[in-house]
């Protein structure tokens, strides 16, 4: 916990709901010092992709709500402002399930991503190039239709788009969704590469625990709507209980899948 | 012979300038589709009430150009209106609530047209006459209607300011973005608010330069309403997505109503200009649901 002014992020205590009924998140407070990675773990439905929706405020065409709390980025509140104002603002949501317009190309795609911002065709070009230099593996497919390319392809045209708008602060909700390892893998080493390289803070909602405690500086683990732990990166993968109920390795062994089902039985009785 | 050919000429050409109304239609419903995916069945009370607006206006006697402009503006009053009183409380809902609220939107227009306007046929002079070219009757000894070219070069202009404006502005780009995924597009800062605005002013101005060629050849009357929605059919043919679809389907089909109309029409006693576009359509579905020119639907399996 730094002073405010070495946060890019800090939310205290909000309570989130849908519908003016549906109570998403209780509870949840969270920090994001300047240039770091900061993991959001938990299981589906705890509220992870609605903590970040709550930051770049796309909460509220889902007709969603911050009731209690507040957000503070870059030094002044987060109330009323729209999606695009957030981007210009430069904080920017890559959403879950990549989401690319499908019928663009590539570069198109990745153009998009600029649309906030006011480039001559000279530095809009620039721009791209230098984007390929993270992902390269686009540059070849840049006039493929988005919609034809492989998944992996398209994880990385939704981050490609989203540094295009040059944030401050990305907010990546599960990048490793439906993905093989090695892509996964892929994906991160490139996350990681911007926040070095670029200097952009990160907010990743992720529910593999692994990968993403490995590459984050610090983690926080929801449950139905409330922070129930935070830790550095480092310490989490060593705490015996996210051992056990997120990375599925007991002491020291790993779990078998019938194990762990006794094992929570065995919970609830007690 | 060569007269028999002559006149299939002469009905080929009369069908597809014919049809090139249709297309103007059309393109005020790709316009929207493109931007909301969404058929706005008020597109044909649109072209209804700009057409009746601009009538009314020359009535109070402002000059034709002065008409005009009141009535662009006039339009783009509707789609700011459109957008901010039926489209962005609607916003990510399914399309189908948007679909519904578009026949809403039409009823609504053309009430507002009627009570303001009246009920009585119009008449609707360009200065375009709708009869024979002479010159050209004379050298090639064909007969082509006046309006029905001028017509034709409209729609020509207006699907070449829109295909560059789809394809090589920034807006454009966002035009399509927004098609594709109106949540993804408003992540990466595109406002959806200009988007909307914007797409549905350029559907009311496409609406009414259709409505000023239809009212210019049938009236200005609330037939229009029904006549718009021959659009469907070219919509279907040449894809509901695309501009250039929406020019070849509209040739198409009046290419082929003629056509048929002329050669088998009197086999039928005549009358099937009215349903043959339709049937033509059908086929389509059937073979080609995504039109000739529509973007393939494209779905990870």
């Given at each position: 916990?730094?002073t ?17 009924v ?27 992709s ?12 889902e007709?969603?709500?911050v009731?209690?709390g ?8 987060i109330?009323k ?19 690319c317009?499908g ?18 065709r000279?530095?809009?070009?620039a721009?791209?190039e230098?984007i ?8 070849e ?18 981050v ?38 670029e200097?952009?803070?990160?907010l ?8 993403a ?6 983690a ?14 480092k ?31 065995r919970?609830?009785?007690? | ?8 000429f002469?009905v ?16 005020g ?20 009430f700009a057409v ?7 009535e109070?006697?402002m000059p ?24 962005r ?20 227009l ?30 090639l ?28 502005t ?31 002013s ?14 210019a050849?049938?009236g ?39 056509v ?11 009358g ?10 059908i ?19």
């Amino acid at each position: 916990m730094g002073t405010s002014s070495s946060n890019i992020l800090e939310i205290k205590n909000i309570e989130v709901a849908y519908n003016k009924v549906i109570l998403a998140l209780h509870d949840v407070s969270l920090i994001v010092p300047k240039g770091k990675i900061v993991a959001l773990l938990g299981a589906n439905g705890a509220g992870k992709s609605t903590t970040l929706k709550s930051i770049s405020t796309m909460l509220a065409s889902e007709r969603g709500e911050v009731t209690k709390g507040s957000i503070n980025y870059d030094g002044f509140e987060i109330k009323k402002q729209t999606p695009s104002e957030m981007v210009k603002l430069g904080m920017v949501q890559v959403l879950e399930g990549r989401r690319c317009f499908g019928h663009l190309t590539v570069e198109e795609n990745i153009i998009a991503g600029a649309y906030s911002r006011k480039l001559s065709r000279g530095d809009l070009n620039a721009e791209v190039e230098k984007i390929y230099n993270y992902f390269k593996r686009l540059k070849e497919r840049r006039k493929s239709q988005a919609g034809f390319t492989s998944g992996g392809e398209q994880q990385m045209i939704a981050v490609a788009r989203a540094m295009m708008a040059k944030p401050k602060m990305l907010l990546l909700d599960e990048p490793s969704m439906g993905l093989a390892p090695q892509l996964v893998a892929e994906i991160f080493h490139i996350v990681k590469d911007l926040n070095e390289k670029e200097g952009v803070s990160i907010l990743l909602a992720e529910q593999n625990t692994n990968i993403a405690l490995r590459n984050a500086d610090y983690a926080y683990i929801i449950e139905t709507g409330n922070v129930m732990l935070e830790g550095s990166a480092k310490s989490l993968l060593n705490n015996e209980k996210v051992k056990e109920l997120y990375l599925g390795i007991s002491k020291g062994k790993r779990l078998n899948f019938k194990d762990a089902i006794r094992d929570s039985q065995r919970k609830k009785t007690n | 012979m060569t007269e028999s050919i002559l006149f299939f000429f002469e009905v080929l050409v009369g069908g597809l300038l014919s049809g090139t109304m249709y297309s103007l239609v059309a393109l005020g419903f790709v316009l929207i589709y493109k931007a909301s995916a969404t058929f706005n069945f008020a597109q044909g009370a649109m072209v209804f009430f700009a057409v009746l607006s601009f009538v009314g206006f020359m009535e109070y006697g402002m000059p034709f150009a002065v008409a005009f402009v009141a009535t662009v503006f006039l339009m783009i009053l509707v789609g700011m209106l459109t957008e901010r009183l039926v489209l962005r409380p609607l916003m990510n809902q399914s399309e189908d609530t948007v679909l519904m609220a578009t026949i809403g939107l039409g009823f609504v227009l053309e009430g507002l047209a009627q009570a303001k306007w009246g009920v009585e046929v119009r008449k609707l002079s360009l200065g375009i006459g709708d009869f024979p070219i002479p010159w050209i009757a004379d050298n090639l000894k064909l007969f082509i209607s006046a309006l029905d070219l001028t017509a034709g070069l409209v729609a020509l202009v207006m699907i070449v300011l829109l295909t560059l404006l789809f394809k090589f502005t920034k807006i454009g780009l966002g035009l399509r973005a927004v098609a594709d995924d109106a949540g993804a597009a408003s992540s990466i800062g595109i406002p959806l608010k200009h988007i909307m605005l914007l797409v549905w002013s350029a559907a009311g101005v496409v609406a009414l330069v259709a409505g000023m060629m239809w009212g210019a050849r049938a009236g200005v009357q609330f037939a229009l309403i029904e006549l718009a929605l021959k659009a469907l059919p070219v919509l279907i043919i040449g894809g509901f997505s695309s501009i250039p679809g929406a020019i070849v389907g509209g040739l198409l089909v009046g290419a082929v109503e003629k056509v048929l109309e002329v050669y088998i029409g009197p086999y039928f006693k005549g009358g099937i200009e009215a349903w043959a576009p339709y049937m033509l359509s059908i086929l389509f579905l059937l073979y080609r649901p995504e039109g000739l020119f529509g973007e393939k639907i494209i779905r990870r399996v």
